[in-house]
């Protein structure tokens, strides 16, 4: 009967030690913290010229965090994106994230706004702006081999008003053994529809066209090759 008693009480100790064992490894595991990441480049879409974001060129970042009851702290300054944190974490809530840094000799900034959920991680992605309201760029770049055409046009529009606010002849350039045109235009932040006509003696050729997204202070680029090997009738 002692060494029944005895192998009880020992089965009895080894699962008290294994269930507290467990607790605290849950315990542990628990932070009450939730967790995200940044980034600066916006989401590829099909058929828009978006504003590009080189993050080797971006200096003197600060990053702030705000709840809605006032409460804002700064999460963190660096020099560069290779010093920043692969994530952040804050408590559980609605958080209003904003960022402030130096981009091409411009100051950007932005702000979303994120809930944050308990041992979940996000993604959060800022679109910059300038701080200044500056005009950003559009820059087109259209590689072709067509000897035909002898003309190029270029319509910009307002979208989606589709309002027309520039209209211009391109003139042909040569590339070693590709001809090529270029459009260029500094606009106010917004959305804008771009098309580009190439002509021959004979009629029209082909069309690029495309949607346009324009940030403050900065640059929305393409650069691309267009098929003009048929000739109309």
Request: aromatic share 12%; proline share 3%; glycine share 4%.
């Amino acid at each position: 009967m002692k060494i029944i008693k005895n192998l009880v009480l020992l089965i009895l100790s080894l699962s008290f030690i294994a269930f507290s064992s467990c607790s605290f490894q849950e315990k542990e595991n628990k932070t009450g913290a939730g967790y995200f990441s940044i980034s600066f480049s916006e989401d590829v879409q099909a058929r828009t010229v978006r504003p590009s974001i080189d993050t080797s060129q971006i200096s003197n970042i600060s990053l702030y965090a705000k709840r809605p009851d006032g409460l804002k702290m700064l999460l963190g300054e660096w020099m560069n994106t290779s010093q920043m944190n692969s994530y952040f974490s804050l408590v559980p809530g609605e958080w209003e994230l904003s960022i402030e840094l130096n981009y091409n000799y411009q100051h950007l900034r932005d702000s979303k706004t994120v809930t944050i959920t308990e041992g979940e991680y996000s993604s959060v992605r800022f679109s910059l702006s300038s701080v200044y309201d500056l005009n950003g760029s559009v820059q087109i770049k259209l590689k072709f081999l067509s000897y035909y055409v002898n003309n190029v046009t270029a319509k910009l529009y307002k979208y989606p008003t589709m309002e027309v606010i520039d209209n211009d002849n391109l003139e042909i350039l040569n590339d070693e053994s590709q001809k090529y045109v270029e459009y260029q235009n500094y606009l106010p932040e917004g959305l804008y529809f771009i098309e580009i006509k190439f002509y021959s003696e004979d009629g029209e050729l082909n069309t690029y066209s495309n949607l346009v997204k324009i940030q403050s202070g900065l640059d929305s680029k393409e650069e691309r090759y267009i098929s003009l090997n048929s000739v109309p009738l």
